[in-house]
């Protein structure tokens, strides 16, 4: 802190003495300067202090100089000194961890980060920015860089995700750092490409296409495989991020051979001294889940069945099984190595039987599949291997009759090897054991022994037991009744209705034989109609109900008592068709059998939590509706006293509205003959008015016509005459008027020939009165100067 | 399975012009006659016999559609050779070409053989563009081309196949650098033939290092 401080006081220069300036105001000087300063070095100086104070005043450092860093790694790439400082700086501000310095700090928010986050992602071209700079083959630049994107990612996944996919390259040059020399840098591009992988697919896709399958395992098998450190571990996760529920990157994996290359992950060691380091424990639970992944139940069958021949054929079944039955491993990885086989070899004929040959290392050897189910009923092994087991045996036992076949053979009297322990003797003994879930389990395991099987249910109605020494041997059914009966544990019961249902359904040989068991229908009737308020109850009834509505479907009236209609009508009378279904509803309506539905293998927590299986939801989903329907189309065609009573009813309320109709018949006829009646003199009655109509028309023309030639021809005469008098009388007018208007122009000609030859006359006496004047005025005679002027005048 | 080369192939064009199709055609032979809108990428393989030389195909087929313009850039770089494909019976598809051309240019190494498929030639009836038309356009742009139709299958298997010769020789001719997986190349685990590889390797180190 001391060095921190000098160096501060470098930047900054001495304080005042006495006052202490405050962080803000130190933080907004450094902004300041490296805003203004245009020395590179006072800038790299200002940084590297921004850079010591961001840990303590990361609000004050990030609210006021956010915008300043920016501009500083555009404008001093050429710098890798300061960028190193504003990306560290940027880091310390963006980190999604909570510093020591700021612990106690109350006004640090607790998602500073990501607030800072969100505000250095608005302008994409930040991205970008950073993204360039892994370009700089500098370390210290390259480094934070990375650094610096994993924090962005971490506080904002889906937001940077969307804008590197877009940016050209920007998936591809992170590719490009797992190939760095530096391990530093490959090592934390790995914590980076795990982030960026998280859920989107799309950059998964591109990420593989980088090679990216090639690289982790040349990592993972330069470190050792699964005795490496924790790089094998990250290698793995981002492997995992990559294949999870993308199968065009399954498909990818498994066309690059890569299966294959996860061998080596599951080589035992052979000398067993060598314990699981917990870093090795790691690193092969990550090897399996992507094993699991490969081969999940969720992925498509044509992908699932692929993967697994592959892994059978490499050999990494053999490898998991050599696992399974090694000693020393620890049992969180056996569990899940017991759930990778299982899911290897689900559905998939050739590696089941490779199971089913799997022999284990004991003296006598005993069948692999043998010494699990032992596990599976001991009460001492932990929960969740119990659970692995049986999912694995219910694997082994998918959709494959002939391991299907060979666990019941196992049951028959004829085959019975009384030195060696079989699995079917396994399963009877968890049936009956004092342990719930060991009853549980072998009830399950037996189920599923039983699904799309007929041959093997009739076959199981074959198995007797042995129960008390001297008495008489009882059949599994019988047994199963009984304990049904007997049992006050709800998992118990729960999981022995499950076993009946699955046997019984399309199973008549089996529905004779529990009819026959006794006081096995009245527990059902007893259970059905029982009126208890809680959910596990309800599950029972619905249940109970379940198997009785089989017991119905399926009966071939071979049992006396119990026939086909006798049962129908018990289940009517004591329970009601209404109270039935909507019991038979509640099943689905449980918790867990929602929990259960959604996939193959158990996912519960606790012991207690472990009800329904998976198999049981897809028979009640299968039968629910079948069931009722049966029930319900068969009662409307039974044959009872009161529908014969009732049928006397509505014969008679027919006779009734028959002879109503009949009535109502005869009066229509009626009313339709008088309406007839009335039609024709309507039509009559019309014709005649038109007819009347036409006349009329007619007669009014005519009178018309004739009105309008009489009075005419008198009045135009008369006016006729009159205007021909008047036009004459004006004619002559006329003619008359322009005589005299011709009369009156000559006389005007005449006068203006007058006026022009005065005018002339005028002009020559003018001229002689003016040589008479020359020559008086030549005589000396003076001249009167008005008289030619008034003369003149006179004439003008 | 052993291989002696792995050649990465993408497959570009506009949307429904047949590329997912002809992919399906190429490695499960059977047609789909539903389009089914491919989203962002997937992803198909095939193994091919050239010059008696086992070579695996991985193809990315990728979409069609604007959206995913940006998504499928990030795959020319890696790919060693491109299916570029048109329906004759949409002009449209003929007409973007070019777009597609200088995208795929712009991004990818400057090795990448490209191969220009008109594709639908099944729908005589229907055909838009002329087969010189786009004989014209790949010799303008030196392009190799073909008309294919993925539902008869006609000329699918030369499509493909022809691509990876024209690789094959350009390897042979030392134009890539098969040693530097980004050009979309990789040489088999098993593939022992180390002086030939090696030499040419060398020679296409050179050029390669001038292009990129």
């Not at chain 1, 006052?19 to 450094?30: F, H, I």
């Not at chain 1, 990361?58 to 860093?69: I, S």
């Not at chain 1, 719930?436 to 093997?456: E, G, K, R, Y």
């Amino acid at each position: 802190m001391d060095f921190l401080k000098s160096g501060l006081k470098t930047v900054l220069g001495a304080p005042e003495p006495g006052q202490q300036p405050s962080g803000a105001d130190t933080v907004e000087r450094l902004v300041e300067r490296v805003n203004n300063s245009t020395l590179l070095e006072d800038r790299r100086d200002a940084c590297r202090a921004l850079k010591a104070m961001s840990r303590k005043y990361r609000v004050e450092v990030g609210a006021q100089g956010m915008h300043t860093l920016q501009q500083c790694l555009e404008l001093d790439r050429a710098d890798n000194e300061t960028i190193n400082y504003c990306l560290d700086t940027l880091n310390n501000i963006m980190s999604p961890t909570q510093f020591e310095e700021e612990e106690e700090n109350p006004n640090v928010p607790m998602n500073i980060g990501e607030q800072f986050t969100e505000m250095f992602i608005k302008n994409h071209q930040n991205i970008q920015l950073v993204l360039d700079l892994l370009d700089e083959y500098d370390f210290r630049v390259r480094f934070s860089a990375v650094q610096l994107l994993t924090s962005l990612l971490t506080n904002r996944t889906k937001d940077i995700q969307e804008i590197i996919l877009v940016k050209p390259m920007g998936v591809s040059k992170m590719m490009d750092l797992l190939a760095d020399t530096r391990e530093v840098i490959r090592n934390e591009t790995l914590l980076l490409l795990i982030k960026l992988t998280k859920g989107n697919a799309n950059i998964q896709k591109i990420v593989a296409f980088e090679n990216a399958f090639d690289r982790l395992f040349e990592i993972v098998s330069s470190e050792g495989y699964s005795d490496g450190g924790i790089i094998v571990e990250d290698c793995l996760l981002l492997m995992l991020n990559l294949l999870k529920n993308n199968s065009s990157n399954i498909n990818f994996f498994k066309e690059g051979s890569f299966i294959q290359k996860m061998l080596p992950m599951f080589n035992t060691p052979d000398e067993e001294e060598v314990g699981w380091s917990p870093q090795k424990v790691s690193n092969v639970h990550c090897m399996l889940q992507i094993v699991r992944t490969l081969v999940s139940p969720s992925n498509s069958a044509q992908i699932i069945s692929s993967c697994q021949k592959i892994m059978k054929n490499c050999g990494l079944l053999d490898s998991l099984c050599n696992i399974l039955m090694a000693s020393g491993v620890p049992a969180d990885i056996l569990t899940e190595t017991i759930n990778a086989v299982g899911e290897g070899v689900r559905g998939e004929a050739a590696a089941q039987r490779a199971l089913g040959a799997v022999l284990a290392p004991s003296n006598p050897p005993r069948p692999a599949i043998v010494v699990l189910l032992m596990s599976m009923v001991n009460e001492k092994q932990p929960f969740s291997l119990r659970c692995a087991v049986l999912y694995c045996f219910q694997c082994y036992l998918y959709h494959n009759e002939t391991s299907q076949a060979s666990l019941v053979q196992t049951l028959l009297p004829s085959s019975t090897d009384v030195s060696s322990l079989t699995s079917g003797q396994l399963l009877c003994g968890g049936l009956f054991s004092s342990d719930v879930l060991s009853n549980w389990f072998s009830s399950v395991a037996l189920m599923h022994a039983l699904i799309d099987n007929n041959a093997q249910k009739e076959q199981l109605l074959r198995v007797l037991l042995a129960t008390n020494i001297g008495s008489s041997p009882v059949s599994l059914l019988h047994q199963c009744t009984v304990l049904l009966q007997q049992s006050t544990k709800l998992q118990s019961k729960v999981a022995l209705l499950m076993l009946l249902s699955q046997w019984m359904s399309n199973c008549p040989p089996a529905v004779s034989a529990f009819l026959r068991a006794p006081g096995a229908v009245g527990y059902l009737v007893t259970q059905t109609c029982s009126n208890e308020h809680d959910e596990n109850e309800y599950l029972l009834q619905g249940m109970s109900a379940f198997l009785l509505a089989i017991c119905i479907h399926f009966n071939d009236d071979s049992v006396d008592n119990y026939s086909k209609d006798s049962l129908k009508q018990l289940l009517v009378k004591r329970i009601g068709m209404e109270t039935f279904s909507a019991k038979l509803s509640e099943v689905s309506r449980h918790e867990a059998y929602s929990r259960a539905a959604k996939h193959p293998q158990l996912k519960v927590k606790a012991a207690s939590d472990i009800l329904i299986d998976y198999e049981f939801c897809k028979l009640f989903k299968g039968l629910e509706s079948v069931l009722i329907q049966s029930l319900t189309v068969v009662q409307t065609n039974g044959d009872t006293e009161e529908d014969t009573e009732s049928l006397a009813q509505y014969k008679s309320l027919i006779r009734q509205q028959d002879a109503r109709l009949h009535e109502l018949l005869q009066q229509l006829a009626a009313e339709t003959q008088r309406g007839h009646k009335l039609q024709a003199a309507l039509t009559d009655a019309t014709s005649e008015n038109s007819r009347l109509k036409d006349e009329n028309t007619l007669l009014k023309a005519q009178l018309s016509t004739a009105a309008s030639i009489q009075p005419a021809p008198s009045v135009d005469a008369n006016i006729q005459l009159e205007y021909q008098q008047k036009v004459s009388a004006l004619t002559d007018e006329v003619n008359r008027l322009s005589a005299v208007n011709h009369a009156a122009n000559e006389e005007l000609a005449r006068t203006k020939k007058d006026q022009d030859d005065l005018l002339e006359l005028l002009a020559d006496q003018d001229s002689k009165l003016n040589e008479y004047k020359m020559r008086l005025l030549s005589l000396g005679q003076p001249v009167e100067e008005d008289l030619p002027t008034e003369a003149e005048q006179s004439l003008a | 399975m052993a291989y002696a080369y792995l050649f990465k192939y993408i497959i570009i064009g506009d949307t429904g012009v047949g590329k997912s199709c002809l992919l399906l055609q190429f490695t499960d032979k059977r047609f789909q006659p539903v389009h089914d809108l491919t989203i962002g990428v997937e992803f198909g393989a095939r193994m091919i016999t050239i010059d008696g030389k086992q070579i695996k195909l991985q193809i990315w087929d990728t979409a069609g559609q604007e959206a995913f313009r940006s998504i499928t850039r990030s795959y020319y770089r890696g790919a060693a050779g491109a299916l570029l494909v048109y329906d004759i019976t949409r002009r449209d598809t003929f007409n973007h070409l070019t777009t597609w051309l200088e995208d795929a240019r712009q991004h990818s190494n400057s090795n990448m053989v490209i191969m220009l498929i008109g594709n639908k030639s099944d729908l005589e009836s229907r055909r838009e563009v002329k087969k010189e038309e786009g004989e014209a356009f790949a010799r303008e742009h030196g392009l190799v081309f073909m008309e294919t139709s993925a539902k008869t299958a006609a000329n699918v298997e030369e499509a493909f196949i022809n691509t990876a010769k024209e690789i094959y020789e350009k390897i042979q001719e030392g134009v890539f650098d098969i040693n530097n997986e980004a050009n979309g190349i990789k040489i088999g685990p098993q593939h022992s033939t180390g002086g030939g590889a090696g030499a040419s390797a060398g020679a296409g180190g050179a050029a390669g290092g001038g292009c990129c």
